[in-house]
């Protein structure tokens, strides 16, 4: 990167699933530049999926208005008064690095394709290896080319508080049983008819999911896919006179938003659900990056590279000699590589997810061990004298046990990081806590896994099979109580004042053992 690298022109890929997979290459940007101002060129249909991500400052539409060569260079225009520093092209297109060389940035970093190496001042080869990654590996390849570290490789999307509640109120007045297993059917796929599995397969995994494992449904899809979820539907209703089925009435159990969500309300809907069951598509990558997991159909596009990224996702796929092919329709006229993926094998892949655990999420120091302020030796290590018999309790009542905490004297070189794992495989030890999450960044950083944001949960959700919504948060700050809030999870505070103004605890405990007593009174009352 050139010395002085003030503003940052980002130009973003065009679909949803390519825009998903960019996050950790835009995450990565920014930590290494932490003050630059950032901008984003990306399309219109994508851009909400950066909406509210802390690492860009500015979100710049390339809409209908910069059509055609004239368009293109009155966009190069604005570009050029911004004075941008640097580009870097996460698009692989011809046309991006013409706008850049168009707005005269004086770096301009890409990968060397589609015939534009000449645009560029510094143009990234792209080899063998790097085309059979995964693409979010891709990208944070290109930088790695460009000088540029990158961060860690785990795509997520920012949802406000505000959007998450919407998606539970029209969940909870449309859906009955909101403790109930919520899967998400997104059965389209803009790519072609090669990515599609068959609705009338969706609709019998749909049957399943009620009947068998007592569940609920929310069927995902854009206008144009609206068509295929009425089939579903269609398929579904025609089985409600059918005998020997538990439930009868589909339709108190599914609710249809195919063709009724902005792209940020569809993020929203998917954060609440248990899991996914969708074709290789743009919001199979979302779900991936709101730690959803995922039961995703593939066909003729390649798992290795397009797959849902992260933990505890299952991929279905027959593995056909000409698979994949990459192609929009079957080049072979049959469509065997879907055809042959039955629904007795999505739904057998759906019922091995563990989805209905329960977890306590534990604050660290100042809830089961006392705050030193930035501990930093055993010497100063005090577990609480009612810590080993509250994590007892809450054992026995199912629960597993999970600690998350904030630790950014990592950041401030206050603490040592090798000290924190240690000590809190010492606490899992001592306690029986089954594990620990930490984040080590300074607030500054505006991380997706400091406390209050839901990272670190959603990642141990994944990780142990938990039900967030079964689930309870314990800590002695309001970051604990609005990291439940945020997951759906129970929130207890722990204040020895009683305090209640001022927070979003469900209940103020004067201590752990209070806590953990609220907890196992209210697990045993009789629903």
Known sequence: MVKKTEKI????????GDAVVTVP?????????PKAYISLLTRPWVAEIFKEDPAINEIILYNENFKGLAGRLKLAKILRQKKFDSAILLQNAFDAALIAWLAKIPEIIGYKRDCRSFLLTKAIPVTKDVLEQHQVYYYLRLLESAGIKTARAQPYIYIKDEERQWARN???????GHRLPLIGINPGATYGSAKRWLPERFAEVIKRIINEINGRVVIFGSPPEVEIANEIMKSVRSASMDKGLRITDYGQRIVMMSGKTSLRELAALISECDALITNDSGPMHMASALFIPTVAIFGSTNKETTGPFGQGHKIITKGLPCSPCMKRECPEGHL??????????????????PLQGKAVFLDR????IEDRNYLNSFDELVIFPDAKDSMQRLREQGFKLIGITNQSGIARKIVDEDFIIKSNAYLKDKLGID??????????????????EPMLALMAKIKHGINLKASYVIGDKESDVLLAKKVGATGILLSPDLLSENTSASHIARNLNDAVEWIVERENIPD
């Open 9 to 16: 022109l980002i130009r973003g890929a065009n679909w949803i």
């Open 25 to 33: 290459a835009i995450r990565s940007i920014r930590q290494a530049f």
């Open 170 to 176: 029209l969940l909870c007045s449309s859906l009955p």
């Open 336 to 353: 065997e590589c879907m055809t042959e993926i039955t629904a007795d094998e999505v739904f057998s892949a759906l019922k091995e997810m």
């Open 365 to 368: 120091d100042g809830t089961v």
């Open 435 to 452: 594990d620990f999450f930490y984040c080590p960044h300074h607030p500054d950083e505006h991380c997706p896994c400091r406390k209050p």
